[in-house]
C-alpha cells in the first residue's frame, strides 16, 4: 500500500512530493513493545530516533520541504528547543540558513544543537510568547518561511505521520489510547489528524481515543477541555497560565494550537490530565531504568499519566496503550539529575567491586 523509508513512506497523504524533501531519514522510528505494564499492553513510539532526537523533525521535513518547493531559502521559528533544534538540523541538510528565537532560559543541551548545526539564535528576554511575535515580524518577507506551531499549517500534516507508523506497525489494529505530552497543542492536533485520515480511507476501523498529558503549571488545554468538553461551543480565546516547569518542552503560557488540540480530544473521545514535576521525574527514572527508555520529561509526563489515569480507572486494565516518546533523554540531563538527585546505593565504591576469582582484579596492576 505504501512505499518507501522514513515518514516519506506515506508521501500519497502528504502536501508536498519527497523530493523536496531532506537528505536525511526522519520518521520509521521503532514502536517499543513494553509488554504488560500495571494490566495495559504498553508500546513507546521512540521519536528520539528522528535526526535531531525529537518528533519536532517529522514536523520541520514537511514545513521545510514545502518552502523550498516555494524557492524559500531562509526559515525562522520560536522555540523552547526542540522545534529550533530540530530547524537548524533540517535546513542545514538543505541548504537554508535558519534563525531560531528563544525565551531566556532555554535548556543550554538545545541551544548546543542549533548552533552546531549553524542557525543564528535570537535570545529574547522574556517568554515563549514573546520568541513567537518576534519570529512572526521577522518572516513578514515573502522569502521567509516561519515554521511557528499553530501558525504553519504544514506542521500538523508531518506529525500526522507518525499516527500513521502506529496503525501500520500494529497491522492497522489501533491501540485503544494514544497518550500525547501536550504543550502547544500541536502534536494533539497532528496525531488525530493522522488517525482521523486512517479511518476516514478506510483503512482503519476505528480511531483511538487520545489522552493529552500536560504539567499541572502548563494546562491551559486540560482547564479549558474541561470547561467545554463535549460542549459545541469552544472558549473565544485560551486559558492564560504561567507555566514554570521541569518539562520545558511544555512550558507554554498560551498554547498556539489551542483550539485544534481541544477539536482533537473531541474527535476522539479524548481525556486531560495534569501532572506534577515530582511524578513526572518519577515516571522518567522508571521508564529508563525498568525499560531501558530515557527520555526528556515532557515523554515522562506522558507515562505519570498513563498511572494517574489507571488509578482511576480512565483507563481500563485489558487497553492497548501507545505513549509517545516525543525526545531524548540526551536533551535535558541537568534537569535529570537536579530533580531527582542520586541515592546513596547509586554511587558504588569501585574498591568495594570483586570479579569472580577466576577473572581476576577489575583492573590490571600496572607493571613497569
Known amino acids: 500500500m505504501f512505499h518507501g523509508q522514513g515518514m516519506w513512506r506515506y508521501g500519497a497523504l502528504l502536501p508536498v512530493e519527497a523530493h523536496w524533501g531532506s537528505r536525511l531519514v526522519v520518521g ?84 548546543a544543537q542549533m548552533r552546531a548545526y549553524g542557525a543564528k539564535i535570537c535570545e529574547v528576554d522574556g517568554t515563549y510568547d514573546d520568541a513567537f511575535e518576534i519570529a512572526e515580524r521577522m518572516a513578514d518577507d515573502a522569502g521567509v518561511c516561519c515554521r511557528n506551531t499553530g501558525i504553519n499549517p504544514f506542521t500538523r500534516e508531518g506529525k500526522k505521520t507518525c499516527a500513521f507508523e502506529i496503525a501500520e506497525a500494529l497491522d492497522w489494529q489501533v491501540p485503544d489510547w494514544v497518550i500525547v505530552p501536550t504543550g502547544d497543542g500541536n502534536i494533539l492536533s497532528g496525531i488525530a489528524a493522522g488517525f482521523l485520515d486512517l479511518y476516514a480511507l478506510g483503512i482503519t476501523s476505528a480511531v483511538p481515543r487520545l ?53 482533537a480530544l473531541r474527535a476522539t473521545r479524548g481525556a486531560c490530565v495534569t501532572v506534577s514535576d515530582v511524578r513526572t521525574m518519577a515516571a522518567s527514572r522508571k521508564l529508563a531504568q525498568h525499560f531501558g527508555l530515557w527520555f526528556e520529561p515532557s515523554t515522562a509526563t506522558g507515562y505519570a499519566a498513563l498511572g494517574e489515569s489507571l488509578a482511576t480507572g480512565r483507563i481500563g486494565s485489558d487497553a492497548r496503550v501507545v505513549l509517545l516518546g516525543t525526545g531524548s533523554g540526551l536533551k535535558s540531563p541537568q534537569t535529570f539529575d537536579s530533580v531527582t538527585p542520586g541515592h546513596p546505593h547509586d554511587f558504588v565504591d569501585p574498591v568495594s567491586l570483586h570479579m569472580p576469582e577466576d577473572r581476576g582484579p577489575l583492573c590490571a596492576e600496572e607493571h613497569t
Open 28 to 111: 520509521g522510528t521503532p514502536l517499543v513493545d513494553c509488554g504488560d505494564e500495571g494490566g495495559v499492553r504498553l508500546w513507546v513510539k521512540d521519536e528520539a530516533r528522528n535526526p535531531s532526537g525529537s518528533l519536532k523533525d517529522r514536523a520541520t521535513e514537511v514545513v521545510l520541504a514545502v518552502a523550498r518547493q516555494a524557492g524559500c531559502k531562509h526559515v525562522v521559528t520560536a522555540s523552547t528547543g526542540n522545534a529550533g533544534a530540530s530547524l537548524a538540523c533540517i535546513a542545514a541538510s538543505m541548504g537554508m540558513s535558519a534563525i531560531v528565537v528563544v525565551p531566556a532560559g532555554a535548556p543550554f543541551v538545545k541551544l
Open 211 to 263: 489522552l493529552a498529558a500536560q504539567a499541572d503549571s502548563s494546562n491551559s488545554i486540560a482547564l479549558d477541555w474541561q470547561e467545554c468538553g463535549d460542549a459545541m461551543a469552544l472558549p473565544e480565546s485560551p486559558t492564560l497560565v504561567s507555566p514554570e516547569t521541569v518539562a520545558d518542552s511544555l512550558a507554554v503560557g498560551r498554547p498556539r494550537d489551542h483550539f485544534a488540540a481541544l477539536h
